[in-house]
Each structure stands twice: as structure tokens, then as C-alpha cells.
């Protein structure tokens, strides 16, 4: 679950994390509410307002600007929200705007001068260990740095036994070039940020920028957080910060109703029960010339109520020119399904793509009698191939 850059923080103050502060507004004047009572709390005269949408790099596309007194918080705060930002991380239709963060500006002039880092703390997956990302080019796409400069990306793996050790913490801050109050700030801002990325089940952190202030405090400029979904029961707390806006809403819909669903971008649906034959199924569409339309397990009990959802889910999505249906009957019996299909058939009225059913396992020929005998426009099969054989010919 990914989350919006405000709850992000919210998530790191909880933790000890020291963040840029901010208030998220829903409308101008909440904006202009949110940056009165900042000035009051922080002492703040600027504030930024910063377009809060699931996507990065919200500076290039517009979504991140500076105001310097209330008229331009709410001028700024009145053409961000409601505006469709486009970032490079977006589609070119780009995302619809429905709340900002106004936010301390954190880049005042002092003694010395703000310097941006990146830090993001994920999973190595080819040792299985935590580790921490971090570099000096803060502020700029990770991956242009990693393409130009990967000198100047740094690694500190933590071993899962003892955890981020305060050293590995230092050799970071060392590392970012860093002395004096800063060295000892940012080693406090590593070692509890960690923390917050193991205590809140995260799967990614990443903060870009981490800022030294002009006065060497070091804080989270920015924050994408994503939790691991596996580990939401753990916190059900956590469940009210998902934004269903942000989520694409075919995948909203499936998972109401119980359906393991993920849009792919191809031309051929597919409902299949069982993930690994999900998966078989995928490649099988692929191999007979098409490109899945999506992943959907419809899992064990395949009646056809749960037939007709699938169906309904499917064909949601316009680029569907063929459905597949590959299920193996093993306690569901395949006549069940068959009967299951054909009833979801009926109910639906006028489908107009070709369906190709293939139904194995148990009491798969009396399946394929009840397809075939049904009258319907629906191909059936029985083995892997003659299935992408028929889903070739109905592309054709
Ligand atoms: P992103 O573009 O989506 O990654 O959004 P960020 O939160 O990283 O902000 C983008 C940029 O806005 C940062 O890299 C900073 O340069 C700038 N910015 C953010 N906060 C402040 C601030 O408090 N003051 C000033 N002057 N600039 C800021
Ligand atoms: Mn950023």
C-alpha cells in the first residue's frame, strides 16, 4: 500500500524521524488556515505547497511551490488542487490533485548553506536483508544518478540478527561528507528512521530529499512510504490511510469482492483459479500471440456468482478482445464451473468478446458437454494447447 507523502511523515514523526512539518489541506482555505497556524507553531514566514498525489517528482510537473506570504498560499494552493499534475512518473493525463500539503520552508538562508541527500531504506533481495540507499546527489531522480555517477550511491546492509548498528549509522554520515552537528544529527535521523521502516512493516522508504539545514539540523524533506500489504493486520491503523482515488479502480472493485485481480495492459482476459496456474496461463496467452489483459485467481470456489463477478471485472476493460478461462476442477468440480460460466453467461446478456473454456480435472468431459451443448458462443477445451490454439484463432 502506498501512501501519500503527509501520512508518510506522520508515520516518521511517530517514530522519533524529524520531518519538515505541514498540515494537508482539502481546499484554499484550509491552505490558508494550515499556513497561519504553522507560522504560529514553527515560526515559519514561507511555506510550501506540495500537490499530494501517489506519484514523484510533483516538482518538475508544478506540483511543489513556494509561497512567501498568505496570498500566495492560497493563489498556489488554488492552482494546485483540482489541477491534473504530470510528472514524469505519471501518465500524460496525469493525476487529479485533491489535497495539498502546506509545509514549512525548510531551505531559510544561515550559516551555512541546505544540502540535499537521498536516502531510501528496502529489501535486498538477493542477500534477503534490509539495507540502506543512500547518496549525496539528493533532490534528482535516483536512476539518473545511478546511470551518471554510481560512485555516488552508498550501501549499508543490516544484519537482521542485531539490526542497524550505530556505526553503520556514522559511516553513512561520514559518508554524506557531513561533520560536526550534522554528523551527530544525521547518525540520530538514520538510526530512527530505520527503526520506523522495521516497526511499521514497510516495504520502502524513500526520502528524497533528506535535508542539512542551513543551521545543520537534518530532516525529511519528502517521503514515499510503502507498507508491506501482508502485514497490514498488524496494523490496523494503518488501513485508514489507504486513498481508493489513488488506486486504479478495476483492482479496487475486484478486491471487493474477494477477487485477486492485477490490470496488465494486454488484449486477452484471463480468469483462472490457483496463482501458479495463473501465472502458466499468462505465458500460454503470450506464447499463442496475445498479451494477458490481466492476472485474475479467482481461487478455490469457482460458482458461478464468483464466475459472473470475474466476468463483470474483465470486461471493465476495454482493451479485452478475448477471455480465457482456464480452470482446474479439482474440489470444485469442472461441471460445477461449466454451469457456473454458462449461468454467468446468461445473466450477463450480451458479451461480446469470443470465450475460450478450459476445464480439467474432475468430470471435465461432462464440462465440456454442457459448454458445447449450451448453445452459447463459447469455444471449449480441454488441453493446454488446443486452449492456445483457439485464443490464436479468435485474435486472428
Ligand atoms: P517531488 O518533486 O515529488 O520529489 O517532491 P519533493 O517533496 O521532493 O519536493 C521537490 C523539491 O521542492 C525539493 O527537491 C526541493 O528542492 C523543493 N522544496 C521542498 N521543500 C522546500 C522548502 O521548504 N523550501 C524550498 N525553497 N524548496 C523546497
Ligand atoms: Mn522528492
Known sequence: MNLHEYQGKDILA????????GIVAQNVDEAVE???????????????????????????????????????????????????LVTPQTSAEGKRVH?????????????????????????????GRNMIM????????????A????????????????????????????????????????????????????????SLFEINPVLKTSDDKILAVDAKVTIDDNALYR???????RDLREENPIEVEAKEVGLNYVDLDGNVGCMVNGAGLAMGTMDLIKHSGGEPANFLDVGGTADAARVEAAFKIILKDPAVKAILINIFGGIVRCDRVAQGVIDA??????????????????????????????GLAVLSATEFQEAADKVQEVLA
Request: hydrophobic fraction near 40%.
Open 345 to 374: 453467461y446468461k445473466n450477463m446478456g450480451n458479451i461480446e468478446v469470443p470465450i475460450i473454456v478450459r476445464l480439467q480435472g474432475t468430470n471435465a468431459d461432462i464440462a465440456k458437454e454442457l459448454i458445447d451443448n449450451s
Open 134 to 145: 543512500y547518496s549525496t546527489e539528493g533532490g534528482m531522480d535516483i536512476e539518473t544518478v
Open 235 to 241: 496494523h490496523k491503523d494503518y488501513e485508514a490511510l
Open 34 to 84: 494550515a499556513a497561519k497556524k504553522l507560522t504560529e507553531e514553527t515560526g515559519t514566514g514561507w511555506h510550501v505547497i506540495k500537490a499530494q498525489v501517489h506519484a514523484g517528482g510533483r516538482g518538475k510537473g508544478g506540483g511543489v511551490k513556494l509561497a512567501k506570504n498568505l496570498d500566495e498560499v492560497k493563489t498556489i494552493a488554488g492552482q494546485i488542487i483540482g489541477m491534473d
Open 147 to 202: 546511470e551518471e555517477t554510481p560512485h555516488l550511491i552508498f550501501t549499508e546492509e543490516v544484519d537482521p540478527a542485531v539490526g542497524l548498528l550505530p556505526f553503520q549509522a556514522r559511516r553513512v554520515a561520514f559518508n554524506l561528507g557531513l561533520s560536526g552537528l550534522a554528523f551527530k544529527e544525521m547518525t540520530k535521523f538514520v538510526m530512527s528512521l530505520y527503526t520506523a521502516y522495521v516497526k511499521s512493516d514497510s
Open 14 to 21: 511517530g517514530f522519533g524521524v524529524r520531518v519538515q512539518r
Open 99 to 127: 489535497q495539498v500539503l502546506v509545509a514549512e520552508d525548510v531551505y531559510y538562508p544561515g550559516d551555512s548553506e541546505p544540502d540535499e541527500f537521498y536516502m531510501s531504506v528496502l529489501l535486498n533481495r538477493g542477500t
